[in-house]
């Protein structure tokens, strides 16, 4: 299956829409049935040099997986700092008072990722969960070259493309998907990856790239970031 890139709705409604609010749900179903949290985490934890305290998410959405994310990787050290970074500010004050009491101060930055790139300081972290299949092969390299830059590891996880992959997307109406979900869904599977596709955009070390079950692909890789 060739790799194609078609719009996703959601990423043209109104935060506001109710059909973007039910999308937004049947997404964090989606997570949790996919354990991207969980895998996160686990990528951080083996692939990390150590604790990280300056932390970046790209298109955080509404940060609930977010706050999963941080929730397993407790004990949080002190002075963490995370930026949750998305072209629309979806973050609840639910969700961001139970990052802070988990001890993280947040910042919110509502920007496209290659304006906040001009302004970003180095981190020791970047997650991206189901946000690196939006970009073509020119700006994955561009993207790449300002983490690589900027981030001292890069942890990820998207859609794995495969026939496999495609069906179950197809089949998110079995868990009471929306009209929007059901669309975007499919379009991510076909703009998603698999193999090593990753590898040769990322200037420098590469820990992961591959898949991971049936429905994700997991990318692990090395930057500059902050000094030691």
Avoid at 42 to 70: F, Q, S, Y
Avoid at 124 to 134: E, M, Q, R, Y
């Amino acid at each position: 299956m060739e790799r194609c890139l078609v719009p996703e709705i959601l990423d043209t409604m109104p935060p506001d829409a109710p059909e973007a609010r039910a999308s937004r749900r049947d997404l964090r179903r989606i997570n949790s049935l996919m354990a991207h949290p969980r895998m996160l985490s686990a990528l951080v934890k083996r692939h990390a040099t150590r604790p990280p305290r300056r932390i970046v998410e790209l298109g955080c959405g509404d940060a609930r997986a977010t706050l999963a994310v941080l929730r397993r990787l407790a004990p949080i050290p002190d002075e963490t700092e995370i930026t949750l970074v998305d072209a629309q500010p979806l973050v609840s004050p639910q969700v961001l008072s139970n990052i802070r009491d988990l001890g993280v101060k947040v910042d919110i930055v509502t920007s496209d990722v290659f304006d906040w790139l001009e302004e970003a300081t180095p981190h020791d972290l970047t997650i991206a969960n189901l946000f690196l299949h939006h970009f073509d092969a020119a700006g994955l390299p561009r993207l790449f070259q300002g983490l690589a830059r900027l981030s001292r590891l890069l942890v990820a996880t998207e859609p794995r493309r495969s026939k496999f992959a495609l069906l179950a997307a197809r089949s998110v109406r079995a868990i009471g998907a929306n009209a929007v979900t059901r669309h975007d869904a499919a379009v991510s599977v076909r703009a998603g990856f698999r193999d090593a596709e990753l590898t040769p955009y990322w200037p420098g070390q590469v820990h992961l790239d591959t898949s991971r079950g049936p429905l994700t692909h997991v990318f692990a890789a090395a930057g500059r970031g902050l000094d030691d």
